[in-house]
């Protein structure tokens, strides 16, 4: 049976080694402890606990600001304050930071294990009905979409299929990755207030309301994370940023599109591992073949080709077919894009993404189509 690792944290060190003491129970294991500090929450989450015990004298305050932080950051951490005396005013708050248990001190060993079980009990239900919930209700499908060379219409691309999915009734997010030269905002017509540099910086990214607060909202229904309004801010936002907005946000879209930009950095790493599908975008030139035929080698060896889609975008009739590509790529194309410059830009200039400006044009059916595809055949191929 695995014991329930137990950690403490607080800033009486006498208290913290009788609570320690206390810790005689065959079924409990002490972890470890940290100061109640800044340092306290990046030490837990290295620790792991499955209960932690903050140990509170008149820092309430400090106590309950750092329970909420472990709610969040470490889902299935149940948190227990042992106080010396408790501020019955403060129960309200207590609650609302997710604190399982308030005990006071003295303590007996026997009470003690007994709280601590039952609260990891309880966290642990929890997670698991939560987990029920989440997989009856919300099947999130992570979406990154890479192209092997600049201006080939990756964009385009991810800014219809989230608009054609969410006119199929999808909640829908894209969070805009290119962090140098971002402009999905642009194809919205939307200027933001806030940016994912913002967010980053404000070590706001596992919290969901805050990056509600911070998204764009298109009428369409799609949510966007913009990306930074200048190159320079691109240095705020890290993988881990990256990776904890997707952990956060699973929970409440349907789909959540990342656009990137067309170069092997962490941070596109980082959407391939957590995607359940990567479409790779390409078009008929010579230099883009050989960039996309390098990226598939390259997405073999990261073991990320399985989930990986091409997409041929700006389809024409010209001297390399789409016959000769599949040749070429060893790869069988289901989805393509046609051809239409007037439309697409006529699009783009007005701030409308195609699908909404002309929706009944080739190219506005083509995207309908691969938003069809990704519903109705890639989302049961990653249920």
Request: net charge negative; with cysteine; aromatic share 6%.
């Amino acid at each position: 049976m695995e014991k329930i690792k137990v950690m403490i944290v607080g800033n009486n060190d006498n208290r913290i080694y009788e609570i320690k003491s206390l810790l005689r129970n065959d079924t409990l294991a002490f972890i470890g402890f940290s100061k109640l500090d800044e340092n306290a929450l990046e030490k837990s989450i290295s620790l792991k606990p499955h209960v932690m015990i903050i140990q509170c004298e008149n820092d309430y305050k400090a106590a309950i600001n750092l329970a909420e932080k472990i709610y969040i950051k470490i889902p299935g951490c149940a948190v227990i304050l042992l106080c010396d005396s408790f501020d019955v005013s403060m129960i309200e708050k207590v609650m609302l930071a997710g604190i399982r248990k308030v005990l006071q001190f003295p303590i007996d060993t026997e009470t003690l294990a007994e709280n601590i079980e039952l609260a990891h009990y309880m966290e642990k239900s929890r997670m698991e009905n939560s987990d029920i919930a989440a997989s009856n209700n919300m099947q999130s499908r992570i979406i990154t979409v890479f192209g092997a060379k600049g201006g080939i219409g990756r964009t385009t691309l991810t800014v219809n299929l989230a608009v054609s999915l969410a006119k199929m009734g999808k909640k829908v997010a894209i969070i805009d990755a290119d962090l140098q030269f971002g402009d999905v905002n642009v194809y919205f017509d939307i200027d933001p207030k806030d940016t994912i540099s913002e967010l980053s910086q404000g070590n706001d990214a596992g919290d969901i309301d805050a990056i509600k607060r911070m998204m764009a909202l298109h009428f369409s229904g799609v949510s966007i994370i913009c990306a930074p309004k200048s190159p320079e801010y691109a240095e705020y936002v890290t993988p881990k940023n990256i990776e904890t907005m997707i952990s956060t946000m699973r929970p409440f879209y349907d789909y959540i599109l990342i656009d990137t930009a067309p170069v092997f950095s962490d941070i596109t790493m980082t959407a391939f591992e957590n995607s359940n599908l990567i479409l790779l975008i390409s078009v008929q030139d010579i230099s883009t073949l050989r960039n996309t035929k390098i990226t598939l080698n390259i997405l073999e060896s990261l073991q990320q080709k399985e989930k990986t889609e091409l997409v041929i975008n700006r389809l024409t009739k010209g001297l390399i077919s789409l016959k000769d590509m599949q040749r070429v790529l060893n790869e069988s194309v289901k989805n393509t894009i046609t051809f239409d410059f007037k439309t697409a830009t006529t699009a783009h200039n007005k701030g409308i993404p195609i699908v909404l400006d002309a929706p009944k044009s080739e190219v506005g059916k083509d995207l309908k189509k691969l938003a069809n595809y990704v519903v109705n055949t890639i989302d049961h191929r990653v249920s």
